[in-house]
């Protein structure tokens, strides 16, 4: 038997089934991030009453959902779980074209919700089965921009479409993404999730596993903070910079992207844990840079650093947690970090409002950045105990 050693030897990152789950992928952000604007402004348009509470529906069924996935994973295995999450992602669109009452369109985002929480946890979960462990980072990197593509274009795409087309062609293209996704599973991996179902680890009992809770609370602290620049950077800059907010939203996005992609080659070759540190303090670097909003450059450095701390704390946390459980806690990784991400977006954008009231932007600004810098002793005690 020959033995290959170099990078030469390294296995394949782009195979067969992942190309088929990246279809699965974009299928499903399409169908999600198209209607995530679009339902609020349906409601208004309407003359109904609470748009934002579809929003609210949405996300609480999300993750509500996350928290029970890896249980129906460990019972049901990765591809019915999959198909579910796209079926109630994609069907239930066509349904808001029958009714613009408030009650039926929030239970229309409550399945809705339910069935993205499906998709994402599920279908993280298989897909880093797909990716070979020796290039989980750059692999997971590269799923990220895959699904952040779809992402950026839908947002925008499904508000033009419902200002041009009306809104019933949205609810249709939204169903018809997902179910092209749905066509793509049966030629996914027929593996099992776990071997059985007493080999699955439950959400609650992975957040009581410390090597598992620490990477979340990182990963979570830094979420907080991406809530807070989405949200408030339009609001904190001087009236009349819309063209430095759309410029600077870009830029986080784009070093986020290249940061992800970085964090995931390096971590592959020199390990992940060492990576947690320089990102939180890139990201509370750049939150506090925030505080200079009348200057545009302090604005758009600002999304660089956070946006290079935000990815690399991204992939490195995800990573981390992957390498540490077997496969049959595939499912309660990618619950957790999806949870962290939710949630810490949620929380940071609500309580980040309630401070800035009493202390106006910049002082909140930099709470934020010490709110992530609280992850630092807790980055150092996880690679002390890695």
Excluded at 95 to 121: K, P, Q
Excluded at 339 to 367: E, R
């Amino acid at each position: 038997m020959v033995t290959a050693t170099g990078p030469a030897a390294r296995p394949a990152l782009i195979t067969r089934p992942l190309l088929i789950r990246f279809v699965s992928m974009v299928g499903s952000a399409t169908s999600f991030y198209l209607l995530l604007s679009v339902v609020p402004s349906y409601v208004a348009a309407a003359g109904g009453a609470a748009p934002g509470a579809v929003t609210g529906a949405l996300m609480l069924a999300t993750v509500l959902g996350e928290m029970v996935t890896p249980r129906l994973v460990a019972r049901f295995g990765y591809r019915w779980v999959l198909a579910a999450g796209l079926t109630l992602l994609g069907v239930p669109s066509l349904a808001l074209m029958a009714s613009t009452h408030i009650a039926a369109v929030v239970a229309v985002c409550l399945v809705r919700g339910l069935g993205f929480a499906l998709t994402v946890v599920a279908g993280g979960a298989m897909t880093a089965t797909l990716i070979p462990a020796e290039r989980r980072g750059e692999g997971l990197a590269l799923t990220g921009v895959v699904a952040g593509v779809p992402a950026l274009a839908a947002l925008p795409l499904g508000l033009w479409l419902a200002a041009h087309h009306g809104y019933a062609p949205v609810f249709v293209a939204a169903a018809v993404a997902a179910l092209i996704a749905l066509a793509t599973v049966p030629w996914l991996p027929a593996r099992a999730a776990t071997a059985g179902k007493e080999n699955a680890i439950g959400v609650f009992a992975g957040m009581r596993m410390p090597q598992l809770r620490r990477p979340a609370l990182i990963f979570a602290l830094t979420t907080t903070a991406a809530g807070v620049f989405v949200t408030f950077l339009p609001l904190a800059v001087r009236p009349g910079s819309a063209g430095v907010v759309a410029a600077a939203l870009f830029a986080q996005a784009a070093a986020s992207t290249a940061a992800r992609w970085w964090a995931g080659r390096r971590g592959d070759r020199h390990g992940f844990a060492a990576l947690l540190v320089p990102g939180l303090l890139a990201a509370a670097a750049g939150m506090a840079l925030l505080v200079f909003t009348s200057s545009t450059a302090a604005v758009l450095g600002a999304a660089v650093i956070f946006g290079a701390g935000f990815g690399i704390a991204q992939n490195a946390t995800l990573a981390t947690m992957y390498s540490r459980v077997p496969q049959s806690a595939y499912g309660t990784v990618s619950a957790l970090w999806n949870l962290a991400y939710d949630a810490g977006l949620g929380i940071g954008a609500v309580a980040f409002g309630a401070i800035m009231a009493g202390t106006g932007y910049p002082i909140a600004f930099v709470l934020t950045a010490l709110v992530v810098a609280v992850g630092l002793p807790i980055a150092r005690r996880d690679r002390s105990a890695a």
